[in-house]
């Protein structure tokens, strides 16, 4: 049985508002057996999907108690991940998915049955219960709203859970996908009889199929009883007419009504309610079949995370093409202004000569000669460094920001932090060395090689395009939306350049107080010292006013960036960010 005691969730108000709080949920009181199907219904902003995630524990209620099967939810010991199902409004699974593949993904990041002979069985067995088996092969993207609502069920379904909570699952559908579903949440609420369902809906239109309807006013329960009653207890001839007859009274005077014949109508429910499933001296149910499913360990999370995220990525020739222009085309994008390839530096002569005019002009030529060298070899190095930055936005500002919602279910469910984000650090850790260390050898072979260690270079590469995808990654995961991640990642990659000091000087106070921030400066600066030993050094010098630094304080400074890019990454990742 869920029970709440009056359950309450205040919160600040926002700035300019008279009240310093604002009341989300205010004494909301009810039990519900198991083996039962209710509704919470109420007008927008009511409170019923607040109340939901406050169930689900995504919210935590600031007063009151809340008990499953007699026990304190927010003292003792949390719901397991697999004895909760929660079904968001929104979408829950990848476009370029499969249902069947979906479904898998699902039973794989949340039980220990891949590998087994149960696998297969229990994946066919939750797409019958769901009527999904004959679009098992269909790819998400081309569902309809009532199958994908199907589809949430099933996702959730995996580890047959004794609480399911649907948000909102039969919104936005047609009168018949709307029955259908309902339909469906019956059948799931009896399929188990430790199951509790329930499902939060605008709609008054199918009220009849659930065994109890909760009405939300303002952030309190006004009712909860049999639908059939609903209408003598608001005295409206019709179900679509109590949401108008609200308006009629204040909030406080519907509570008041409500406590004085609570308890009526939750014994009427009690005693409608299906026989509660017994139990042994120590609390627990005598059926063992339906204890919750225990969760992979987490290198079985990774494999399963980075297997869906490749197929993916190859199933989408939009990404695939643009990540094949950016590693061939921006290596020659850099080698254009290089074609005729880097000539080597003549020495000036030592010997005077006895006229003046001649030497004069030498020495000229010798600048000049060393200014379009040093010019030409410190820009190819930032272009390489610019581009590799470039691309390194790209690949993961949108990482985690896009598929946030997805994220935030399967936490719920048992999703480890760690290994998600080790699975984005393996699957773009592949596009971080394929694109710098192609970028670095491709232009070196063109160019004649560049001066200076190869080796270095390429090192200086690598880790600057991981500092920034490692950085970027780190935005995606605190942002809530795609664009935002987006925006802020191209922000960060345009002030590369202007102030990394490789066009124009920056004032010294301000280089000194920027550079720490700016990884293109320390990849450029790093590479251009490994050339210390070639006579190109001092050409470079000669161009370039900003101090360069040492190779491997360059790389150290870059494996900071890199640290931080991964707890950024992984603070954001394990924060909440419900809708």
């Given at each position: 049985?869920?029970?709440?005691?009056?359950v309450?969730?205040?919160?600040?108000?926002?700035?300019?508002?008279?009240?310093?709080?604002?009341?989300?949920?205010?004494?909301?009181a009810?039990?519900?057996?198991?083996?039962?199907?209710?509704?919470?219904?109420?007008?927008?902003?009511?409170?019923?999907t607040?109340l939901?995630?406050?169930?689900?524990?995504?919210?935590?209620?600031?007063?009151?108690?809340?008990?499953?099967?007699?026990?304190?939810?927010?003292e003792?010991?949390?719901?397991?991940?697999?004895?909760?199902?929660?079904?968001?409004?929104?979408?829950?699974?990848?476009?370029?998915?499969?249902v069947?593949?979906?479904?898998?993904?699902?039973?794989?990041?949340?039980?220990?049955?891949?590998?087994?002979?149960?696998?297969?069985?229990?994946?066919?067995?939750?797409?019958?219960?769901?009527?999904l088996?004959?679009?098992?092969?269909?790819?998400?993207?081309?569902?309809?709203?009532?199958?994908?609502r199907?589809l949430?069920?099933?996702?959730?379904?995996?580890?047959?859970?004794?609480?399911?909570?649907?948000?909102?699952?039969?919104?936005?559908?047609?009168?018949?996908?709307?029955?259908?579903?309902?339909?469906?949440?019956?059948?799931?609420?009896?399929?188990?009889?430790?199951?509790?369902?329930?499902?939060?809906?605008?709609?008054?239109?199918?009220?009849?199929?659930f065994?109890?309807v909760?009405?939300?006013?303002?952030?309190?329960?006004?009712?909860?009883?049999?639908?059939?009653?609903?209408?003598?207890?608001?005295?409206?001839?019709?179900p679509?007419?109590?949401?108008?007859?609200?308006?009629?009274?204040?909030?406080?005077?519907?509570?008041e009504?409500?406590?004085?014949?609570?308890?009526?109508?939750?014994?009427m429910?009690?005693?409608s309610?299906?026989?509660?499933?017994?139990?042994?001296?120590?609390?627990?149910?005598e059926?063992?079949?339906?204890?919750?499913?225990?969760?992979?360990?987490?290198?079985?999370?990774?494999?399963?995370?980075?297997?869906?995220?490749?197929?993916?990525?190859?199933?989408?020739?939009?990404?695939v093409?643009?990540?094949?222009?950016?590693?061939f085309?921006?290596?020659?994008?850099?080698?254009?202004?290089?074609?005729?390839?880097?000539?080597?530096?003549?020495?000036?002569?030592?010997?005077?000569?006895?006229?003046?005019?001649?030497?004069?002009?030498?020495?000229?030529e010798?600048m000049?000669?060393?200014?379009?060298?040093?010019?030409?070899?410190?820009?190819?190095?930032m272009?390489?460094?610019?581009?590799?930055?470039?691309?390194?936005?790209?690949?993961?500002?949108?990482?985690?920001?896009?598929e946030?919602?997805?994220?935030?279910?399967?936490?719920?469910?048992?999703?480890?932090?760690?290994?998600?984000?080790?699975?984005?650090?393996?699957?773009l850790?592949?596009?971080?060395?394929?694109?710098?260390?192609?970028?670095?050898?491709?232009?070196?072979?063109v160019?004649?090689?560049?001066?200076?260690?190869?080796?270095?270079?390429?090192?200086?590469?690598?880790?600057?395009?991981?500092?920034?995808?490692?950085?970027?990654?780190?935005?995606?995961?605190?942002?809530?939306?795609?664009?935002?991640?987006?925006?802020?990642?191209?922000?960060?990659?345009?002030?590369?350049?202007?102030?990394?000091?490789?066009?124009l000087?920056?004032?010294?106070?301000?280089?000194?107080?920027?550079?720490?921030?700016?990884?293109?400066?320390?990849?450029?600066?790093?590479?251009?010292?490994?050339?210390?030993?070639?006579?190109?050094?001092?050409?470079?010098?000669?161009?370039?006013?900003?101090?360069?630094?040492?190779?491997?304080?360059?790389?150290?400074?870059?494996?900071?960036?890199?640290?931080?890019?991964?707890?950024?990454?992984y603070?954001?990742?394990?924060?909440?960010q419900?809708?």
């Amino acid at each position: 049985m869920l029970e709440a005691n009056n359950v309450g969730l205040e919160v600040d108000a926002p700035p300019g508002s008279e009240e310093e709080s604002l009341h989300l949920l205010q004494e909301v009181a009810f039990s519900v057996p198991q083996g039962h199907l209710m509704a919470i219904v109420g007008p927008s902003g009511c409170g019923k999907t607040t109340l939901l995630k406050v169930i689900a524990g995504i919210v935590e209620q600031t007063n009151g108690e809340l008990k499953w099967e007699g026990r304190d939810l927010k003292e003792e010991e949390d719901l397991h991940p697999g004895e909760l199902g929660y079904v968001p409004q929104f979408s829950v699974a990848h476009d370029l998915l499969t249902v069947e593949e979906c479904v898998a993904n699902s039973m794989s990041l949340r039980t220990q049955l891949p590998g087994t002979d149960e696998f297969e069985p229990k994946l066919d067995k939750v797409l019958e219960l769901t009527g999904l088996t004959e679009l098992a092969e269909r790819r998400v993207k081309v569902l309809s709203g009532g199958q994908k609502r199907r589809l949430g069920l099933a996702l959730e379904l995996v580890t047959n859970p004794c609480l399911l909570l649907c948000d909102e699952v039969t919104s936005g559908l047609d009168p018949k996908s709307e029955r259908e579903i309902t339909d469906l949440l019956k059948v799931l609420s009896r399929e188990n009889p430790r199951r509790l369902v329930i499902n939060v809906t605008h709609s008054l239109a199918s009220l009849e199929a659930f065994d109890s309807v909760l009405v939300m006013y303002k952030g309190r329960l006004v009712y909860h009883g049999p639908p059939k009653l609903l209408t003598h207890y608001f005295t409206v001839d019709h179900p679509e007419e109590v949401y108008l007859r609200l308006t009629q009274r204040d909030t406080q005077a519907w509570h008041e009504s409500w406590q004085k014949k609570r308890e009526y109508y939750e014994k009427m429910l009690l005693e409608s309610a299906p026989e509660q499933p017994k139990r042994r001296d120590d609390g627990e149910p005598e059926d063992e079949t339906i204890s919750p499913e225990e969760l992979p360990g987490l290198f079985s999370q990774v494999f399963t995370l980075l297997h869906r995220r490749w197929t993916i990525f190859r199933r989408d020739s939009g990404q695939v093409w643009l990540h094949l222009a950016m590693l061939f085309g921006f290596p020659l994008l850099v080698v254009i202004f290089a074609l005729d390839g880097i000539k080597p530096l003549k020495q000036l002569s030592q010997r005077q000569d006895s006229n003046m005019l001649y030497e004069l002009q030498q020495k000229s030529e010798h600048m000049v000669q060393q200014l379009n060298a040093g010019g030409l070899v410190s820009g190819l190095v930032m272009l390489q460094v610019v581009l590799v930055t470039l691309m390194a936005s790209n690949n993961a500002a949108r990482e985690i920001a896009g598929e946030r919602l997805i994220l935030e279910r399967e936490k719920l469910g048992g999703l480890s932090t760690t290994a998600y984000v080790i699975s984005k650090v393996f699957f773009l850790g592949v596009f971080v060395l394929a694109q710098s260390v192609w970028m670095g050898i491709f232009v070196d072979m063109v160019t004649g090689g560049l001066p200076g260690h190869l080796l270095t270079k390429l090192v200086l590469l690598v880790l600057v395009s991981a500092a920034m995808t490692s950085v970027c990654l780190g935005i995606s995961a605190m942002c809530r939306t795609p664009e935002k991640a987006t925006i802020l990642s191209i922000y960060l990659v345009g002030f590369q350049l202007p102030l990394s000091g490789a066009v124009l000087s920056l004032p010294d106070w301000i280089e000194g107080a920027v550079n720490p921030f700016i990884a293109a400066f320390w990849a450029w600066s790093g590479s251009l010292r490994s050339m210390s030993d070639t006579a190109f050094y001092d050409a470079v010098k000669r161009v370039t006013e900003t101090s360069l630094v040492s190779s491997e304080l360059a790389a150290f400074v870059l494996l900071a960036h890199i640290i931080i890019g991964l707890s950024m990454t992984y603070v954001g990742s394990k924060g909440s960010q419900w809708e």
